[in-house]
């Protein structure tokens, strides 16, 4: 599957004491919202992600503390307003029946005495009781048990709805299919108990060796094989992995009632839901909160399973209540984070990287390290300036921090170790790639390819273009696109369109029934929406969502060409780096060829969003839970937002319509609280003809 990356910065640089005005905090809060999505994707639905889950939580934090000085920048779907990622619907969605929150992470000691004077002043005592337990890299999973019966089984997903994985679940020798019934506590008449799926190191050694001998690509480390194992559509797949389980907290119990989280672990065994008796611990006050993380910290490679962290909860239930929660997270727990995982080793070389839009990369080759299970080779250095900040040189003996199974990032060089060898680095004056001139902003953080027709920018831009984001055309990865540009058969994107069987055969890979596919997904291309079409032609911070924006405003892709970098500015959520962008790219003869050579091949463009009658639900905000027969949550997200209204994951004050169907939970209960109609499936189809009508 080819990733749906969008043109978005992995890591914005933004330091919130840095932005001075609402209008900066809009853009930096866009570009920080784009990057924490895409990072969401990647660890939720692809469980391959590409940043460490420390650089993860500042993201968020950079983004929450943006949103709290200017709050006219939050919006409805911030992710901050989010737990995960969307849920794969081909496994079936389920909702939560009490939503799976976050945790707010803390990272250093001061942080954990805060959120303790916090948790004291407000509860007005002199010392809480905290339970601490092991934060384990796995899987969450909520179990339901009716009549002591295991019935479902539900990831995280988005913390609202996950995907139903009640047959995969049943596959872990440790979930008991139906609770054991203990003399003196009876068994509840219903049990939402929510675990961690994980698998132990030693086991997933052993899986990795299993799959290299059947020739199948590796998981890249426990956490990724635990998730990819639950998430199977077969369950017979699931029960052959080592999967293993520990439970760690109840959100609903009926026919049973426990007064503090601590007797919720003590008592969770005798139903035969098993704990970390060895590791979990009772707290307290906070000073032993934090003699426990470091104990834990120091266990943490021995340990047979993996943990990032801890988790510390006020034990009491009644303390819980009156502490209360926060949009996304509880305000009595916090995830105690442990530092990222950090390894040493040598720059051996460092190479400029050419990426789609020409910009240059320093990449670091290192002597292979393993850091936290994963080997590692490479490693970003970003730019010039950070380089010369940094000092690095090749030769250097550095410290290496992975962020992410995929480029992890040198931190610094260790200078005492130098031995006069080393040698500084500099990007290079011309392309590595076609030796055309480079071009390098003032603040060293910027250099670029001056070249448009550089090879490795075209392959980038193609593999782009056919991207599933883009125009989605399967079969034609990266392999297949370094052979079309190896063999002379493409030099630009609109070459693609006038590629014969024949041409597709010449690829090494490529028989008959292949090349009628490749023809095949090429012809349904040509039938695009313009929103599409817009992020498909790699339009610098033109992600899916801005290309959204554009076409909500341009009925046509002429009009877009036409816009000039104020008109742009004009609309409420382009700034002015879009706006050049945009502009730049459209004043590009080289571009508007390209486009134009599309056209030409039979392109046929549709904007759902600009026709008029189909904004026939201007204004409105819907909320949808439960299932529905005829759309998917994602059909109908996107049907709504087609005609003018707004699709959010949580009912407020701002929601005109709750649409519930079979299985919904707590939302359509809070709809009735509030007073917000609720509507069926079928009523709410007789909304549509009645708006439609009009």
């Not at 170790?417 to 603040?443: N, T, W």
Request: proline share 5%.
């Amino acid at each position: 599957m080819n990733d749906p990356q969008s043109d978005i910065e992995l890591k914005p640089e933004i330091h919130p004491e840095n932005v001075t005005s609402a209008e900066e905090a809009e853009e930096a809060a866009k570009r920080l919202r784009e990057a924490v999505r895409y990072h969401n994707y990647r660890y939720y639905v692809m469980d391959d992600p590409m940043i460490a889950d420390a650089e993860y939580d500042e993201l968020m934090r950079t983004l929450q503390t943006l949103e709290e000085q200017y709050p006219e920048v939050e919006t409805e779907d911030s992710p901050t307003q989010k737990v995960g990622g969307e849920p794969r619907e081909e496994l079936g969605l389920l909702e939560h029946p009490i939503p799976m929150l976050s945790l707010k992470s803390i990272t250093q000691s001061r942080e954990a005495r805060d959120f303790d004077e916090t948790c004291r002043r407000e509860l007005g005592v002199d010392q809480v009781t905290y339970t601490c337990e092991p934060k384990y890299d796995g899987l969450a999973v909520e179990l339901i048990y009716e009549g002591g019966v295991l019935t479902y089984g539900i990831t995280r997903g988005d913390g609202q709805t996950g995907e139903d994985v009640t047959a995969n679940v049943k596959t872990l020798k440790e979930v008991p299919l139906r609770l054991l019934q203990p003399d003196g506590l009876p068994v509840p008449e219903r049990l939402v108990v929510r675990g961690e799926v994980y698998m132990r190191k030693d086991r997933f050694q052993e899986l990795n060796r299993f799959r290299r001998e059947q020739e199948e690509r590796p998981f890249a480390n426990p956490r990724n094989a635990a998730a990819g194992s639950m998430r199977q559509l077969d369950p017979s797949v699931t029960a052959r992995r080592p999967l293993q389980i520990f439970f760690y907290q109840i959100a609903e119990v009926v026919g049973h009632e426990f007064t503090n989280h601590w007797d919720v672990l003590q008592n969770l065994p005798k139903w035969g839901l098993k704990v970390n008796h060895e590791l979990n611990r009772r707290c307290e006050g906070i000073e032993r909160v934090i003699e426990v993380y470091d104990t834990l910290l120091d266990q943490r490679e021995d340990l047979p399973y993996e943990i990032d962290g801890m988790v510390c909860k006020v034990s009491d239930f009644g303390a819980q209540e009156r502490l209360g929660f926060r949009t996304n997270n509880p305000r009595w727990a916090v995830a105690y984070k442990f530092p990222p995982r950090q390894a040493t080793t040598r720059i051996e070389s460092i190479e400029a990287q050419v990426g789609r839009t020409g910009k240059l990369t320093p990449i670091a080759h290192l002597e292979p390290v393993n850091i936290g299970g994963v080997e590692v080779s490479r490693a970003s250095l970003h730019n010039q300036s950070e380089v010369d900040e940094k000092d690095i040189r090749v030769g250097d003996t550095v410290v290496v921090e992975r962020a992410g199974d995929v480029i992890p990032y040198v931190v610094k060089p260790i200078t005492d170790q130098r031995d006069g060898s080393e040698q500084p680095y500099h990007l290079p004056d011309r392309c590595p790639v076609c030796d055309a001139e480079v071009m390098m902003s003032e603040d060293r953080k910027q250099t670029f390819c001056t070249n448009a027709r550089c090879p490795a920018q075209i392959r980038e831009r193609i593999k782009h273009f056919v991207s599933t984001a883009g125009m989605d055309i399967e079969g034609l990865g990266d392999r297949r696109v370094r052979m079309l540009l190896e063999k002379g058969l493409v030099d630009r994107v609109s070459d693609l369109y006038s590629l014969t069987a024949e041409d597709w055969m010449r690829l090494d890979d490529v028989a008959e029934k292949s090349a009628q596919n490749l023809l095949d997904e090429m012809e349904k291309s040509r039938e695009q929406t313009l929103d599409v079409f817009l992020y498909s032609l790699g339009i610098p911070h033109v992600g899916t969502h801005m290309s959204r924006v554009l076409a909500q405003h341009y009925r046509t892709l002429e009009d877009l060409q036409s816009a000039e970098q104020d008109e742009l500015m004009q609309i409420h959520e382009v700034g002015p780096e879009v706006a050049r962008a945009v502009e730049l790219f459209f004043s590009n003869d080289d571009n508007l060829e390209d486009i134009r050579r599309i056209q030409d091949a039979g392109l046929r463009l549709t904007n759902p969003y600009a026709e008029r009658e189909q904004q026939s639900l201007q204004g409105l905000t819907f909320v949808f839970t439960g299932n529905l027969e005829e759309w998917s949550r994602a059909e109908i997200r996107d049907l709504v937002e087609r005609l003018g209204a707004r699709a959010t994951s949580s009912v407020s004050g701002n929601t005109d319509y709750v649409v519930a169907g079979p299985g919904a939970g707590s939302k359509r209960d809070e709809a009735e609280d509030r007073g917000i109609p609720i509507l069926s499936e079928d009523e709410f189809k007789q909304l549509l003809a009645e708006k439609s009508a009009l």
